[in-house]
T-cell receptor, first 114, second 113 residues
């Protein structure tokens, strides 16, 4: 079955630690996205990538970094510079092209502070 | 004024009721409108996707877009307990970038048996 796999489901971060969230898709989509979801808040865009080896900052990129070395993979690193990392992180993908294409989501990673 | 406004609820209805969920927006450039359903501890699942104004129906779900009023709705007929979830509206102007999808905060729906 095609889909987006995020791992781990739950992650704990210690003070001063960087952690990496995994996102893999087998939908053959070119575009991938990372969102952050806080209670009572809408989804906020962290980073997105429309093609391999290229990515753009979203609305709340500070304290985060990404890479896009393969079409299928778009890992997100939450660095120690992100002072409030506790949130639900969602990865999405879509087919870029003429006209807008809807985004499809993985089941998220919940990050908490130890 | 926020770009997309959505009543957070919670909204509680009896099984079989017709549910109406709504979002208003301020950016007249929005052309693409989506509704996502999100179960607890899961990612959002695309329910409905519409372009510009008009209605779209899929089974028990109907999406309406009124661009003149900057108002979109999702109707659920014959609601079931399995419809209990948070419903997120999302919209885009597609200004040439794929990174401009704007979400509402979501409405939490509970359908009681």
């Amino acid at each position: 079955d095609g889909g987006i796999t995020q791992s781990p489901k739950y992650l704990f971060r210690k003070e001063g630690q960087n952690v990496t969230l995994s996102c893999e898709q087998n939908l053959n989509h070119d575009a991938m996205y990372w969102y952050r979801q806080d209670p009572g808040q809408g989804l906020r865009l962290i980073y997105y990538s429309q093609i391999v080896n290229d990515f753009q900052k979203g609305d709340i990129a500070e304290g985060y970094s990404v890479s896009r070395e393969k079409k299928e993979s778009f890992p997100l690193t939450v660095t120690s510079a992100q002072k409030n990392p506790t949130a639900f992180y969602l990865c999405a993908s879509s087919i870029p092209g003429r006209g807008h294409q809807p985004q499809h989501f993985g089941d998220g990673t919940r990050l908490s502070i130890l | 004024q926020k770009e997309v406004e959505q009543d957070p609820g919670p909204l509680s209805v009896p099984e079989g009721a017709i549910v109406s969920l709504n979002c208003t927006y301020s950016n007249s450039a929005f052309q693409y409108f989506m509704w996502y359903r999100q179960y607890s501890r899961k990612g959002p699942e695309l329910l409905m996707y519409t372009y510009s104004s008009g209605n779209k129906e899929d089974g028990r779900f109907t999406a309406q877009v009124d661009k003149s009023s900057k108002y979109i709705s999702l109707f659920i007929r014959d609601s079931q307990p399995s419809d209990s979830a948070t419903y997120l509206c999302a919209m885009s102007d597609y200004g040439g970038s794929q990174g401009n999808l704007i979400f509402g905060k979501g409405t939490k729906l509970s359908v009681k048996p």
